[in-house]
């Protein structure tokens, strides 16, 4: 797939027929934390597209700083790409923040909207100096200590103590990050906009999926979101932390399948 601005190439997974769902996958991850999604969801009737953001995973960087302008421009040049002119779109954390440009730049492009435990304001000023400072360590040659910040942040702390494969194979795939791709990833959520002002001129059929023990992103901010969206429906996931696809994913499937099978086909 190509960017026309910047003949960028995103890598990406696809399967099943049907109602298009793109998946938006979260930093500093890949387009691999969905195969649980993929393969339910195809199964269910769903065609399910899961690209790599660009500098993420299979996706070359590029050369200009990161932006979630430049995100969302990718993911609609591969729906083009995928002749698909519509299509239902979960972003997950970081996902979530391409997902509200989306809905704000391209709307006609977006069918339903599902933010996973993701928020809509922008980072204060304590959040934009925690993303300096881990440009500066990238910078300086210590890419893992993205890795270091966030690992702790991404489960919940039962599933840290009872399940280390998975957070070793998610460790994995934030090593596998190039420092480019890490900083303009962390570039782009430094300078988002605070999109809580476009909530409330929402139509599409929206789902909030939130994780009760979600240590990255307070819970609160999915419930303001849900409140926030007149079209939206709540689902506060118990026992699960900001992984909540991974963690539990017959609970995220069931929940995810259920509300597109009540969304009217774009």
């Not at 910047?6 to 500093?28: K, R």
Request: charged letters at 20%; aromatic letters at 6%.
């Amino acid at each position: 797939m190509q960017n026309k601005k910047e003949a960028m190439s995103l890598a990406y997974d696809e399967a099943g027929t049907g109602q298009a769902v793109l998946f938006i996958h979260g930093y500093p991850l890949n387009r691999q934390m969905w195969q649980p999604q993929i393969a339910a969801l195809s199964a269910a009737g769903f065609r399910v597209i899961a690209p790599d953001l660009r500098g993420f995973g299979e996706s070359a960087a590029g050369e200009s700083p990161g932006t979630m302008d430049a995100m969302a421009d990718d993911l609609v040049h591969l729906l083009d790409q995928l002749q698909i002119e519509k299509a239902t779109v979960a972003g997950m954390s970081m996902g979530g923040y391409v997902l509200l440009n989306l809905l704000n730049r391209y709307p006609q492009r977006v069918n339903a909207a599902c933010f996973v435990v993701t928020r809509s304001d922008a980072d204060d000023a304590s959040g934009r100096a925690k993303r300096n400072h881990l440009i500066t360590e990238i910078e300086a040659g210590r890419p893992q200590a993205v890795a270091e910040a966030f690992i702790p942040a991404l489960f919940a702390p039962d599933t840290i103590q009872t399940r280390p494969e998975m957070v070793e194979m998610v460790r994995s795939w934030i090593s596998a990050t190039s420092a480019t791709g890490l900083i303009h990833g962390l570039q782009a959520i430094r300078d988002r906009v605070d999109s809580t002002p476009l909530l409330a001129t929402l139509q599409v059929p929206t789902l909030v999926i939130g994780a009760e023990e979600d240590q990255a992103i307070p819970p609160e901010k999915s419930r303001d979101l849900a409140t926030r969206i007149p079209t939206a429906k709540l689902s506060m996931l118990p026992a699960v932390g900001h992984m909540a696809n991974l963690e539990n994913p017959n609970q995220f499937n069931q929940v995810f399948i259920d509300f597109l099978r009540s969304v009217p086909a774009g």
